[in-house]
């Protein structure tokens, strides 16, 4: 008798473990990774030619990727097509990073440089 009760306490004590781990899990499903495009920054430089002078600086626009937050879905995947940087370069011209002219959307992820989430 005493031994059956034992039992019940330890199985009401794993279901409570379980719902616990569960809703550990779920909230890390929804964690967020940083950007592959402006490496959570918010902000995407746009002519690889001018340095970057920081916050303030007028070649640089709200990152496209995460739409300026810096962060992007935990289960989003780097875009294979792109490489994580959302265009693909088109020409034999050294491409001059985020703001060439030679450069293509990426169609595969829609320019954000990644894909799911
Ligand atoms: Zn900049
Ligand atoms: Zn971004
Ligand atoms: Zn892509
Ligand atoms: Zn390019």
């Not at 009401?12 to 967020?32: H, K, N, Y």
């Not at 920081?54 to 990727?65: E, H, N, Q, V």
Request: with cysteine; proline share 3%; aromatic share 6%.
């Amino acid at each position: 008798m005493r031994n059956k009760r034992f039992r019940l306490k330890m199985l009401v004590c794993i279901v409570v473990w379980c719902l616990f781990a569960g809703l550990l899990c779920t909230s890390s499903a929804v964690a967020s990774q940083r950007c592959f495009k402006c490496c959570g920054s918010g902000l995407w430089h746009t002519d690889n030619k001018v340095p970057c002078s920081g916050k303030g600086c007028s070649y640089c626009i709200k990152c496209t990727g995460c739409g300026g937050s810096g962060q992007i879905p935990d289960s989003a995947k780097r875009c294979e097509t792109c490489k994580g940087l959302g265009q693909v370069h088109n020409s034999k011209k050294i491409c001059t990073g985020a703001g060439c002219s030679n450069c293509n959307p990426c169609k595969i992820c829609n320019a954000k440089g990644w894909v799911g989430g």
